[in-house]
Protein backbone atom coordinates (compact mmCIF):
# COMPACT_ATOMS: atom_id res chain seq x y z
CA UNK A 1 0.00 0.00 0.00
CA UNK A 2 3.00 2.74 -0.19
CA UNK A 3 2.48 4.01 -3.58
CA UNK A 4 -1.59 4.32 -2.66
CA UNK A 5 -0.94 6.08 0.51
CA UNK A 6 1.11 8.61 -1.31
CA UNK A 7 -0.73 9.39 -4.13
CA UNK A 8 -3.15 9.72 -1.47
CA UNK A 9 -1.16 11.99 0.14
CA UNK A 10 0.00 13.80 -3.32
CA UNK A 11 -3.46 14.48 -3.96
CA UNK A 12 -4.72 16.02 -0.52
CA UNK A 13 -1.84 18.47 -1.10
CA UNK A 14 -2.76 19.07 -4.61
CA UNK A 15 -6.69 19.61 -4.47
CA UNK A 16 -6.78 18.09 -7.72
CA UNK A 17 -10.61 17.65 -7.73
CA UNK A 18 -11.27 21.05 -6.34
CA UNK A 19 -9.13 22.67 -8.81
CA UNK A 20 -11.31 21.34 -11.65
CA UNK A 21 -14.34 22.86 -9.73
CA UNK A 22 -15.71 26.27 -11.43
CA UNK A 23 -16.74 28.52 -8.97
CA UNK A 24 -17.03 28.62 -5.02
CA UNK A 25 -19.20 25.50 -3.64
CA UNK A 26 -19.74 26.78 -0.39
CA UNK A 27 -22.22 29.88 -1.72
CA UNK A 28 -22.39 29.31 -4.76
CA UNK A 29 -21.63 32.75 -6.24
CA UNK A 30 -20.86 32.10 -9.81
CA UNK A 31 -17.89 33.55 -11.31
CA UNK A 32 -16.38 33.54 -7.84
CA UNK A 33 -12.58 31.81 -7.75
CA UNK A 34 -12.13 29.79 -5.37
CA UNK A 35 -8.61 30.14 -4.37
CA UNK A 36 -8.71 29.47 -0.82
CA UNK A 37 -8.30 26.54 1.73
CA UNK A 38 -7.66 25.58 5.13
CA UNK A 39 -4.71 23.79 6.54
CA UNK A 40 -6.73 23.03 9.73
CA UNK A 41 -10.60 22.55 8.89
CA UNK A 42 -11.42 18.69 8.52
CA UNK A 43 -13.12 19.65 4.66
CA UNK A 44 -10.34 21.14 3.27
CA UNK A 45 -11.98 22.06 0.05
CA UNK A 46 -11.33 25.38 -1.86
CA UNK A 47 -13.65 28.34 -1.30
CA UNK A 48 -13.90 31.94 -2.22
CA UNK A 49 -12.73 34.52 0.16
CA UNK A 50 -15.71 35.61 1.57
CA UNK A 51 -16.78 32.44 2.42
CA UNK A 52 -12.77 31.59 3.66
CA UNK A 53 -13.32 34.36 6.32
CA UNK A 54 -16.78 33.27 7.24
CA UNK A 55 -15.87 30.33 8.34
CA UNK A 56 -12.71 31.59 10.48
CA UNK A 57 -14.78 34.03 12.48
CA UNK A 58 -14.61 31.86 15.65
CA UNK A 59 -11.25 29.86 14.31
CA UNK A 60 -9.36 33.12 13.73
CA UNK A 61 -6.16 30.92 14.44
CA UNK A 62 -6.27 28.17 11.35
CA UNK A 63 -3.78 28.85 8.70
CA UNK A 64 -4.46 29.22 5.57
CA UNK A 65 -3.34 28.62 1.83
CA UNK A 66 -3.98 30.48 -1.88
CA UNK A 67 -3.48 28.68 -4.83
CA UNK A 68 -1.33 31.15 -7.25
CA UNK A 69 -2.30 29.25 -10.30
CA UNK A 70 1.75 26.97 -10.25
CA UNK A 71 1.52 26.53 -6.23
CA UNK A 72 -0.30 26.97 -2.70
CA UNK A 73 1.11 29.68 -0.95
CA UNK A 74 0.79 30.68 2.50
CA UNK A 75 -1.69 33.17 3.55
CA UNK A 76 -2.64 35.11 6.61
CA UNK A 77 -7.10 35.35 7.40
CA UNK A 78 -6.01 39.18 7.94
CA UNK A 79 -5.11 40.03 4.48
CA UNK A 80 -8.50 38.63 3.53
CA UNK A 81 -9.76 40.99 5.61
CA UNK A 82 -10.27 39.06 9.63
CA UNK A 83 -10.55 41.00 12.35
CA UNK A 84 -11.35 39.31 16.22
CA UNK A 85 -13.95 41.38 17.84
CA UNK A 86 -13.22 41.09 21.53
CA UNK A 87 -16.16 40.97 23.89
CA UNK A 88 -18.86 39.61 21.42
CA UNK A 89 -18.85 36.52 19.20
CA UNK A 90 -19.64 36.92 15.48
CA UNK A 91 -23.14 36.90 15.39
CA UNK A 92 -24.56 40.11 13.54
CA UNK A 93 -26.92 40.41 16.64
CA UNK A 94 -24.59 40.20 19.19
CA UNK A 95 -22.21 43.29 17.40
CA UNK A 96 -20.80 45.50 18.99
CA UNK A 97 -22.16 48.69 18.89
CA UNK A 98 -19.35 51.03 19.89
CA UNK A 99 -15.78 49.37 18.96
CA UNK A 100 -12.72 50.75 19.13
CA UNK A 101 -9.75 49.89 17.00
CA UNK A 102 -7.33 48.08 18.65
CA UNK A 103 -3.54 47.42 17.55
CA UNK A 104 -3.06 46.72 14.16
CA UNK A 105 -0.76 43.53 12.92
CA UNK A 106 -0.94 41.66 16.84
CA UNK A 107 0.54 39.08 17.33
CA UNK A 108 -1.26 35.89 19.35
CA UNK A 109 1.50 32.88 19.35
CA UNK A 110 -0.56 30.07 19.07
CA UNK A 111 0.24 25.59 18.85
CA UNK A 112 0.41 25.85 14.68
CA UNK A 113 1.83 29.33 14.31
CA UNK A 114 2.66 32.79 14.72
CA UNK A 115 -0.55 35.03 14.09
CA UNK A 116 -0.69 38.68 13.19
CA UNK A 117 -4.50 39.09 13.78
CA UNK A 118 -5.89 42.82 13.91
CA UNK A 119 -7.87 43.23 16.99
CA UNK A 120 -11.04 45.92 17.75
CA UNK A 121 -11.62 46.32 21.41
CA UNK A 122 -15.22 46.34 22.76
CA UNK A 123 -16.35 49.99 24.21
CA UNK A 124 -20.39 49.46 24.55
CA UNK A 125 -21.88 48.38 27.98
CA UNK A 126 -21.27 44.38 27.57
CA UNK A 127 -17.46 45.18 28.43
CA UNK A 128 -18.90 46.50 31.45
CA UNK A 129 -16.01 49.33 31.60
CA UNK A 130 -13.09 46.43 30.97
CA UNK A 131 -9.72 47.14 29.75
CA UNK A 132 -8.02 45.49 26.35
CA UNK A 133 -6.27 43.35 29.61
CA UNK A 134 -9.22 42.04 30.65
CA UNK A 135 -11.05 41.50 27.49
CA UNK A 136 -8.23 39.61 26.05
CA UNK A 137 -8.49 37.39 29.05
CA UNK A 138 -11.80 36.32 28.64
CA UNK A 139 -10.90 35.20 24.89
CA UNK A 140 -8.45 32.75 26.15
CA UNK A 141 -5.46 35.41 25.15
CA UNK A 142 -2.72 35.82 27.68
CA UNK A 143 -0.73 39.40 27.49
CA UNK A 144 2.57 39.67 28.21
CA UNK A 145 2.37 43.10 30.00
CA UNK A 146 -0.56 44.81 31.78
CA UNK A 147 0.32 47.51 29.33
CA UNK A 148 -1.02 47.93 26.32
CA UNK A 149 0.44 44.96 24.98
CA UNK A 150 1.41 44.06 21.40
CA UNK A 151 1.80 40.16 22.17
CA UNK A 152 -0.38 37.34 23.45
CA UNK A 153 -0.83 33.75 24.02
CA UNK A 154 -3.37 31.42 23.95
CA UNK A 155 -4.39 29.45 26.70
CA UNK A 156 -3.96 26.10 24.69
CA UNK A 157 -0.41 27.03 23.75
CA UNK A 158 0.59 27.94 27.44
CA UNK A 159 -1.01 24.53 28.93
CA UNK A 160 0.61 22.43 25.75
CA UNK A 161 3.95 23.89 26.40
CA UNK A 162 3.57 23.04 29.94
CA UNK A 163 3.05 19.27 29.61
CA UNK A 164 5.68 18.84 26.71
CA UNK A 165 8.25 20.40 28.87
CA UNK A 166 7.27 18.66 32.15
CA UNK A 167 6.46 15.23 30.13
CA UNK A 168 9.23 15.14 26.99
CA UNK A 169 11.69 17.46 28.64
CA UNK A 170 11.81 20.23 25.75
CA UNK A 171 13.58 23.21 26.41
CA UNK A 172 11.99 26.98 26.21
CA UNK A 173 14.23 27.71 23.30
CA UNK A 174 13.42 24.58 21.02
CA UNK A 175 9.71 24.41 21.62
CA UNK A 176 9.73 28.58 20.31
CA UNK A 177 11.96 27.67 17.55
CA UNK A 178 9.66 24.66 16.15
CA UNK A 179 7.00 27.13 16.18
CA UNK A 180 8.58 29.55 14.32
CA UNK A 181 9.55 26.89 11.47
CA UNK A 182 5.14 26.57 11.77
CA UNK A 183 4.94 30.04 10.74
CA UNK A 184 7.59 29.68 8.10
CA UNK A 185 9.58 26.84 6.98
CA UNK A 186 11.62 28.30 4.47
CA UNK A 187 13.56 30.79 6.44
CA UNK A 188 12.69 33.41 3.50
CA UNK A 189 9.91 35.21 5.79
CA UNK A 190 11.26 37.76 8.37
CA UNK A 191 9.85 36.68 11.48
CA UNK A 192 9.87 38.56 14.63
CA UNK A 193 11.61 37.52 17.63
CA UNK A 194 9.07 37.06 20.66
CA UNK A 195 10.96 34.50 22.72
CA UNK A 196 11.11 36.97 25.68
CA UNK A 197 8.07 37.53 25.74
CA UNK A 198 7.21 33.94 25.64
CA UNK A 199 9.19 33.11 28.15
CA UNK A 200 8.20 35.67 30.69
CA UNK A 201 4.06 34.22 29.81
CA UNK A 202 5.10 30.93 30.32
CA UNK A 203 7.06 31.67 34.23
CA UNK A 204 3.99 33.99 34.97
CA UNK A 205 0.91 30.98 33.43
CA UNK A 206 3.43 28.60 35.63
CA UNK A 207 2.66 30.58 38.68
CA UNK A 208 -0.90 31.33 38.25
CA UNK A 209 -1.88 27.45 37.93
CA UNK A 210 0.31 27.17 41.09
CA UNK A 211 -1.69 29.36 43.11
CA UNK A 212 -5.27 28.45 40.95
CA UNK A 213 -4.14 24.60 41.83
CA UNK A 214 -3.83 25.32 45.23
CA UNK A 215 -7.27 26.85 46.03
CA UNK A 216 -6.37 30.50 46.14
CA UNK A 217 -8.94 31.44 43.21
CA UNK A 218 -11.30 31.27 45.81
CA UNK A 219 -9.48 32.02 48.62
CA UNK A 220 -10.84 36.06 50.00
CA UNK A 221 -7.55 36.89 50.82
CA UNK A 222 -6.15 35.81 47.47
CA UNK A 223 -2.15 35.21 47.17
CA UNK A 224 -1.78 37.88 50.20
CA UNK A 225 -3.27 35.00 52.62
CA UNK A 226 -0.14 32.62 51.19
CA UNK A 227 1.59 30.97 54.44
CA UNK A 228 4.90 29.08 53.72
CA UNK A 229 5.01 25.97 51.74
CA UNK A 230 1.47 26.03 51.13
CA UNK A 231 1.57 25.03 47.55
CA UNK A 232 4.13 22.30 47.70
CA UNK A 233 1.96 18.66 47.56
CA UNK A 234 3.47 16.65 50.53
CA UNK A 235 4.12 13.19 51.02
CA UNK A 236 0.69 11.74 51.90
CA UNK A 237 2.78 8.79 53.73
CA UNK A 238 5.15 10.93 55.67
CA UNK A 239 3.89 11.99 59.72
CA UNK A 240 2.39 15.07 59.60
CA UNK A 241 0.41 16.20 63.15
CA UNK A 242 -3.32 17.11 62.57
CA UNK A 243 -3.52 15.54 58.71
CA UNK A 244 -2.23 11.71 58.73
CA UNK A 245 -2.05 11.13 62.80
CA UNK A 246 -4.62 10.47 65.34
CA UNK A 247 -5.36 12.97 68.10
CA UNK A 248 -3.53 12.38 71.41
CA UNK A 249 -0.59 10.22 69.25
CA UNK A 250 2.04 11.77 72.25
CA UNK A 251 0.32 10.20 75.13
CA UNK A 252 2.19 6.69 73.92
CA UNK A 253 5.08 8.08 75.18
CA UNK A 254 6.74 8.29 78.52
CA UNK A 255 9.65 11.02 78.87
CA UNK A 256 8.36 14.72 79.57
CA UNK A 257 10.28 17.37 76.64
CA UNK A 258 9.19 20.88 75.63
CA UNK A 259 7.66 21.04 72.00
CA UNK A 260 10.47 22.64 70.11
CA UNK A 261 8.43 23.91 67.42
CA UNK A 262 6.02 26.90 67.78
CA UNK A 263 6.42 28.49 64.38
CA UNK A 264 4.65 25.40 62.69
CA UNK A 265 1.35 25.70 61.65
CA UNK A 266 0.18 23.06 63.55
CA UNK A 267 -0.58 23.53 67.02
CA UNK A 268 0.23 20.78 69.50
CA UNK A 269 0.44 20.37 73.55
CA UNK A 270 3.50 22.59 75.09
CA UNK A 271 4.50 18.82 76.47
CA UNK A 272 5.13 16.03 74.79
CA UNK A 273 6.27 12.00 76.17
CA UNK A 274 9.11 10.50 74.53
CA UNK A 275 9.39 6.03 74.80
CA UNK A 276 11.78 3.62 73.32
CA UNK A 277 9.54 3.55 70.74
CA UNK A 278 10.15 7.24 69.04
CA UNK A 279 11.37 5.99 66.20
CA UNK A 280 7.53 5.01 65.19
CA UNK A 281 7.30 8.75 64.60
CA UNK A 282 10.50 9.92 63.24
CA UNK A 283 11.40 12.01 60.16
CA UNK A 284 13.33 10.51 57.44
CA UNK A 285 14.98 12.52 54.87
CA UNK A 286 17.40 12.75 52.57
CA UNK A 287 19.40 15.79 50.93
CA UNK A 288 21.60 16.18 48.19
CA UNK A 289 23.13 18.82 45.85
CA UNK A 290 22.64 18.40 41.80
CA UNK A 291 25.50 20.92 39.75
CA UNK A 292 23.54 19.97 36.62
CA UNK A 293 20.74 22.67 37.16
CA UNK A 294 23.55 25.46 36.63
CA UNK A 295 22.44 29.04 35.73
CA UNK A 296 24.72 31.17 32.91
CA UNK A 297 25.44 35.00 34.70
CA UNK A 298 24.09 36.97 31.82
CA UNK A 299 23.90 40.02 34.11
CA UNK A 300 19.38 40.49 34.80
CA UNK A 301 17.87 40.21 37.31
CA UNK A 302 15.09 37.82 38.09
CA UNK A 303 13.32 37.75 41.02
CA UNK A 304 10.91 35.05 42.02
CA UNK A 305 7.45 34.49 41.70
CA UNK A 306 5.93 33.05 45.05
CA UNK A 307 9.11 31.76 46.84
CA UNK A 308 8.52 30.28 50.10
CA UNK A 309 4.88 29.50 48.58
CA UNK A 310 5.88 26.28 47.45
CA UNK A 311 9.19 24.45 47.29
CA UNK A 312 11.60 27.07 46.67
CA UNK A 313 13.42 28.97 49.98
CA UNK A 314 12.85 32.74 50.70
CA UNK A 315 15.39 34.64 48.55
CA UNK A 316 15.69 37.47 50.44
CA UNK A 317 16.55 36.13 54.00
CA UNK A 318 18.40 33.30 52.49
CA UNK A 319 20.89 35.49 50.25
CA UNK A 320 21.34 37.74 53.65
CA UNK A 321 22.44 34.57 55.45
CA UNK A 322 25.00 33.69 52.91
CA UNK A 323 26.31 37.43 52.63
CA UNK A 324 27.73 36.84 56.60
CA UNK A 325 29.53 33.41 54.96
CA UNK A 326 33.78 33.76 53.96
CA UNK A 327 35.00 31.79 50.98
CA UNK A 328 37.29 29.69 52.84
CA UNK A 329 38.18 26.18 51.51
CA UNK A 330 38.70 22.42 53.09
CA UNK A 331 39.97 19.44 52.12
CA UNK A 332 38.39 16.49 53.02
CA UNK A 333 38.95 13.88 55.95
CA UNK A 334 37.39 10.93 54.55
CA UNK A 335 39.95 9.02 52.66
CA UNK A 336 38.25 7.73 49.77
CA UNK A 337 35.23 10.92 49.44
CA UNK A 338 36.17 13.36 46.79
CA UNK A 339 32.50 15.48 46.78
CA UNK A 340 34.49 18.86 48.67
CA UNK A 341 37.35 18.48 46.18
CA UNK A 342 35.24 18.17 43.59
CA UNK A 343 33.59 21.37 44.91
CA UNK A 344 36.53 23.42 45.90
CA UNK A 345 38.07 22.93 42.24
CA UNK A 346 34.73 23.08 40.46
CA UNK A 347 34.74 25.82 37.81
CA UNK A 348 32.20 28.06 38.20
CA UNK A 349 33.28 31.10 36.39
CA UNK A 350 30.49 32.87 34.59
CA UNK A 351 27.79 30.70 36.91
CA UNK A 352 25.47 32.64 38.59
CA UNK A 353 24.11 29.42 39.93
CA UNK A 354 26.16 26.18 39.86
CA UNK A 355 23.61 23.76 41.34
CA UNK A 356 20.53 23.44 43.17
CA UNK A 357 20.42 21.60 46.84
CA UNK A 358 17.37 19.95 47.86
CA UNK A 359 15.90 18.28 50.61
CA UNK A 360 13.30 15.38 49.87
CA UNK A 361 11.42 12.55 52.04
CA UNK A 362 13.64 9.70 52.23
CA UNK A 363 10.74 6.56 51.41
CA UNK A 364 9.47 8.35 48.76
CA UNK A 365 11.23 11.24 47.23
CA UNK A 366 8.44 13.62 47.94
CA UNK A 367 10.12 17.56 47.73
CA UNK A 368 10.01 19.41 51.27
CA UNK A 369 8.65 22.38 51.58
CA UNK A 370 10.91 25.27 51.23
CA UNK A 371 13.31 22.65 50.61
CA UNK A 372 14.99 23.94 47.69
CA UNK A 373 17.53 26.23 46.91
CA UNK A 374 20.06 27.26 44.63
CA UNK A 375 24.34 27.26 45.31
CA UNK A 376 26.69 29.54 44.50
CA UNK A 377 29.79 27.15 44.70
CA UNK A 378 29.69 23.88 45.77
CA UNK A 379 27.49 22.39 48.30
CA UNK A 380 29.35 24.60 50.90
CA UNK A 381 30.02 28.00 52.31
CA UNK A 382 31.69 28.88 55.37
CA UNK A 383 32.22 31.18 57.96
CA UNK A 384 34.59 32.95 58.90
CA UNK A 385 35.83 31.44 61.91
CA UNK A 386 37.49 27.91 62.58
CA UNK A 387 34.38 25.52 61.90
CA UNK A 388 33.59 24.48 58.68
CA UNK A 389 30.13 25.47 58.07
CA UNK A 390 27.97 24.19 54.90
CA UNK A 391 25.95 27.26 54.94
CA UNK A 392 23.78 26.66 51.64
CA UNK A 393 23.03 23.51 52.47
CA UNK A 394 22.42 23.79 56.30
CA UNK A 395 20.06 26.87 55.60
CA UNK A 396 18.03 24.68 52.76
CA UNK A 397 18.06 21.13 55.10
CA UNK A 398 16.43 23.29 58.09
CA UNK A 399 13.84 25.04 56.12
CA UNK A 400 12.62 22.21 54.80
CA UNK A 401 12.52 20.74 57.90
CA UNK A 402 10.10 23.55 59.47
CA UNK A 403 6.53 23.06 60.18
CA UNK A 404 7.31 18.74 60.62
CA UNK A 405 6.79 19.12 64.41
CA UNK A 406 8.20 16.14 65.06
CA UNK A 407 10.39 15.29 67.90
CA UNK A 408 12.67 12.52 66.05
CA UNK A 409 14.78 13.08 62.69
CA UNK A 410 17.26 10.78 60.27
CA UNK A 411 18.50 12.73 57.51
CA UNK A 412 20.64 10.75 54.52
CA UNK A 413 23.59 12.68 53.35
CA UNK A 414 26.15 11.56 50.73
CA UNK A 415 28.96 13.47 52.99
CA UNK A 416 27.49 13.17 55.80
CA UNK A 417 30.33 11.65 57.51
CA UNK A 418 32.06 15.49 57.50
CA UNK A 419 28.66 17.49 57.73
CA UNK A 420 27.70 16.31 60.64
CA UNK A 421 30.66 17.79 62.60
CA UNK A 422 29.64 20.80 63.71
CA UNK A 423 26.15 20.67 62.92
CA UNK A 424 24.80 21.83 65.99
CA UNK A 425 26.91 24.98 65.90
CA UNK A 426 26.49 25.56 62.36
CA UNK A 427 23.06 25.19 63.43
CA UNK A 428 22.85 27.94 65.87
CA UNK A 429 23.55 30.62 62.98
CA UNK A 430 20.48 29.97 61.38
CA UNK A 431 17.84 32.79 61.41
CA UNK A 432 15.38 32.21 64.67
CA UNK A 433 12.39 31.10 62.43
CA UNK A 434 14.62 28.15 61.21
CA UNK A 435 16.26 26.93 64.78
CA UNK A 436 15.23 23.93 66.61
CA UNK A 437 15.83 23.06 70.42
CA UNK A 438 18.36 19.97 69.64
CA UNK A 439 18.45 19.35 73.69
CA UNK A 440 14.00 18.29 73.16
CA UNK A 441 15.11 16.17 69.98
CA UNK A 442 16.71 13.47 68.33
CA UNK A 443 18.54 14.58 64.99
CA UNK A 444 21.02 11.18 63.59
CA UNK A 445 22.39 10.72 60.39
CA UNK A 446 23.61 8.56 57.68
CA UNK A 447 24.72 7.95 54.47
CA UNK A 448 22.45 6.63 51.84
CA UNK A 449 22.97 3.03 50.98
CA UNK A 450 24.38 3.98 46.98
CA UNK A 451 26.87 6.27 48.21
CA UNK A 452 28.35 4.19 51.38
CA UNK A 453 30.60 2.40 49.12
CA UNK A 454 32.94 5.18 47.93
CA UNK A 455 33.72 5.74 52.02
CA UNK A 456 36.38 4.38 53.99
CA UNK A 457 35.60 1.67 56.40
CA UNK A 458 35.25 3.95 59.68
CA UNK A 459 32.44 5.32 57.55
CA UNK A 460 30.59 2.30 56.51
CA UNK A 461 30.63 0.93 59.94
CA UNK A 462 29.22 4.54 61.83
CA UNK A 463 26.83 5.51 58.95
CA UNK A 464 25.22 2.66 57.59
CA UNK A 465 21.65 2.62 57.21
CA UNK A 466 21.92 -0.98 58.46
CA UNK A 467 22.24 -0.48 61.75
CA UNK A 468 20.17 2.15 62.38
CA UNK A 469 16.58 0.99 64.34
CA UNK A 470 13.25 2.27 62.50
CA UNK A 471 14.60 3.08 59.06
CA UNK A 472 13.54 -0.43 57.62
CA UNK A 473 14.79 -0.84 54.06
CA UNK A 474 15.13 2.78 53.04
CA UNK A 475 17.97 3.17 51.02
CA UNK A 476 17.60 6.94 50.89
CA UNK A 477 18.59 7.45 47.14
CA UNK A 478 15.31 8.27 46.42
CA UNK A 479 16.70 12.40 45.45
CA UNK A 480 18.49 10.48 42.52
CA UNK A 481 15.58 9.91 41.38
CA UNK A 482 14.53 13.12 41.36
CA UNK A 483 17.31 14.53 39.63
CA UNK A 484 17.43 12.02 36.82
CA UNK A 485 14.19 13.23 36.46
CA UNK A 486 14.56 17.20 36.38
CA UNK A 487 18.05 17.13 34.61
CA UNK A 488 16.36 16.61 31.19
CA UNK A 489 14.79 19.77 31.71
CA UNK A 490 17.95 21.79 32.18
Given at each position: ?49 VCCVHHHTRLPFHCTEQWTGQQFEPVSLVSLGLQIQLNHSSDEYNACLRPKPGP ?354 SCQMRFSLNYLPGVRHTDGDGIECDWSSVNAAA
Amino acid sequence: YRDDFLNTMLWHEGHEDALMTPGCPDCKTPGESSVYCCKECFFDELVCNVCCVHHHTRLPFHCTEQWTGQQFEPVSLVSLGLQIQLNHSSDEYNACLRPKPGPLKFTIIHINSLHYINIIVCGCSQSNDCGIINQLLHCGLFPVTVQPPQTCATFQLLHHFHLQSVQSKVSTIHFYQALERETDNSGLMDIKFHYSSFLCMVCIWRHLKLLKQGGHGHDPLGAEGMRRGELALVCPACLIPSMNLPDGWWEDLSKWHVAIDMHSRYVLPLTINLSPHSYLYMKITSQDANFHLSLCNKGIHDPGLGTRWAYFIEEQAYHEYLANCGKQTETSTCTSLSAIDQANSKNSRGLQVTGVGAVVCAHHGFLQPTGIGDLQKGEWQVFMHVFTLYANMDYILFSGLQGSNLWDFLNMYDIWCMYYKNLKTQHEQLTPSLQFNFDTMTFNGAIQKFHLNTHGESCQMRFSLNYLPGVRHTDGDGIECDWSSVNAAA
